[in-house]
């Protein structure tokens, strides 16, 4: 899995500063997080293979989450994409983005599909044979989702050496993987285990943007191998992230330390701070193994 920060600030897009949106790439299927104003500029810039997303996941309607979809989803029709999209989001998205297209006379010319999401309880709403995705209620000013994004478990590793010391033949291999014990053609059976290595074990990626502290989410996020929480604001500003049901970096690597991930990123930040030192300097105590969330920067995962 490999994460691409494309915008990791809140509220109105600025010179050096972009509003929520990154990429995830989970071996080689791209699913974009968020998509706010200025998203597809930031996809060129970044050089991300954007018709290769297949799948958005929009946390809520705040416009700094989702004001650069009407566009990309018509740029998408201008470069003459034919596959699919497939969007994920808060009910009453689609009626948004189809009054903006209607209003201007327009359609797609791929298939464009909406699912809607209204349930507060977390949910499965994406599953292939990589990868599924489920929904973190979270507590915000409206409603709002985070996703968990899992890895599925891989086929066990071949143990190539041992194979062919075995004299298997090479029609078993596939059921090798899967975890079966083989004969060889003289008839002696060979236990899996002496043939495989383990699998690495699957990763998994949370998003949680935006919430208010949010105790309740913990239990989903247990052992997560990643967490991008929000933190809006710093210690200072407290107050202004309990009316706004924001999250300072402290609170963020609470959440972190509770659910025993193993990397939090922080981002979300305000554009009052000058400098982001001082999150990490705030959430350090709580939480040793943090990054910044910082636009371009890919990490995995
Ligand atoms: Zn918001």
Redesign the pocket.
């Known amino acids: 899995m490999e994460l691409t920060i494309l915008g990791c600030y809140s509220a109105t897009p600025r010179i050096h500063t972009n509003p929520t949106a990154q990429v995830l790439n989970i071996r080689n299927h791209l699913f974009l997080i968020d998509c706010g104003e200025g998203t597809q500029i930031q996809l060129r810039r970044y050089k991300v293979k954007f018709s290769r997303i297949r799948h958005i996941f929009i946390s ?1 309607l ?1 416009g ?2 989702y004001f650069g979809l009407v566009g990309l989803i018509s740029t998408f029709t201008l470069l003459g994409r034919e596959a699919e999209l497939h969007i994920y989001g808060p009910k009453g998205i689609k009626d948004i983005i189809l009054l903006q297209l209607k209003s201007g006379k327009t359609w797609t010319n791929y298939p464009l599909y909406f699912h809607e999401l209204e349930t507060k309880e977390p949910h499965l709403i994406f599953e292939d044979d990589k990868v599924t995705v489920e929904t973190i209620p979270l507590k ?2 409206v409603y ?1 989702n985070g996703f968990i994004f899992k890895e599925k478990e891989s086929e066990r590793k071949l143990n190539i050496a041992e194979v062919k010391k075995a004299n298997i033949d090479v029609s078993y291999y596939r059921k090798i993987k899967q975890g079966f014990d083989v004969e060889n053609e003289k008839g002696k059976t060979f236990s899996n285990k002496d043939l495989t290595f383990d699998p690495e074990p699957p990763k998994s990626y949370a998003f949680c943007s ?1 919430t208010a502290y949010n105790p309740d989410c913990v239990s989903q996020l247990k052992n997560c191998t990643t967490l991008y929480h929000e933190s809006t604001f710093l210690n200072e500003h407290s107050h202004l992230a309990e009316t706004t049901k924001h999250s300072t970096a402290a609170q963020a690597a609470n959440i972190a330390k509770e659910a025993n991930v193993g990397l939090l990123i922080l981002g979300h930040y305000s554009t009052r701070y000058t400098s982001l030192d001082l999150f990490i300097e705030e959430a350090k105590p709580i939480f040793k193994n943090i990054e910044l969330a910082e636009e371009g920067k890919t990490f995995s995962i």
Do not use: I, L
Request: glycine fraction near 0%; charge should be negative; avoid cysteine.
């Open positions: 809520h705040h700094d989450h915000h000013r709002t935006d």
